[in-house]
């Protein structure tokens, strides 16, 4: 029996900060869990590439990329890593110093665009509009939060420390983000699934999922790193159960629909000569030209 029973170590090996707001134990067995979610969805999505159809993988590429930076990230914040102190906003004791979880942020870098990206295949809308689309999301996530320096990706003029109201600055630009963000995702992919017709009805379905994920994450965001009005464990429930209805259910319902979808109408059937369109040229499937002395005959 002694075998069977595990204690979660994590907080003795990479102690507590001592902050008013931090990870408690319980925080870290729920982030543990998240990590085994992230981990096993990793593992599924990556053997079913496999036994997908040759030239349809790309869904799975996509997703497998998204799990696999998650399960690291969250390996990292449930043993207690990749944090860093943050004066509380919002507060009446603003000396006191919140745990701030950059590692999450990272994860999200990754894992939105993936999410936008893959809307936008299914869509079939235009590359630009999908890089718009990735643009919106590193600008949304990256004007969001607080991070050290070593640690903001695109956006880090922007994001600093900040234990004034002025972080609401930073809240209002990336509001304005998500808004542009989800406003193209509906107006633009639903223009381009209809067109296509294949993917229409699973694009609305995954779309409006999508979106409700978001605005969640908005939300969240006000009231936890934003606003401090929620402590450390308390967010990462909040966002730990989005985190996983976001990638893992997102994975899994695209694979599974895709098995459906038309690659070709879609212009997603790769082969060695890479992207083609429906209907476009196969030099492997052309037979050879026959030899100068047989045409003469």
Known sequence: MAILVRDNDALEINPLPGYDRDLTENGSDWLWTVTAIYIVSFLLIYAHSFVAKSGEKIFHYL???ALLVGSIAYFAMASNLGWEGSDQANEEDKGDPRQL???????WVVAFPTVSIALGLMSNVSWA???????LCWTWLDTNTSLPTYARVIAYLLSAYTASNYRWGFYAFGTVAWLALAASVYMDGMKGAKRI???????TLLMGWTQLLWFLYVLAFGLTDGGNYLGVTPMFIWFGILDVFMVPVLAFATVFFARSWDFGKLNLHFTQYGRVRQGGTFPEKQA????IGEQAA
């Open 129 to 135: 509009t999908m890089i718009y689309w990735v643009g």
């Open 288 to 291: 050879a030209p026959a030899p």
């Open 101 to 107: 979880f950059w590692a999450k942020y990272v994860y």
């Open 197 to 203: 017709e294949i993917t229409s009805k699973h694009f």
């Open 63 to 65: 997703y497998s990329i």
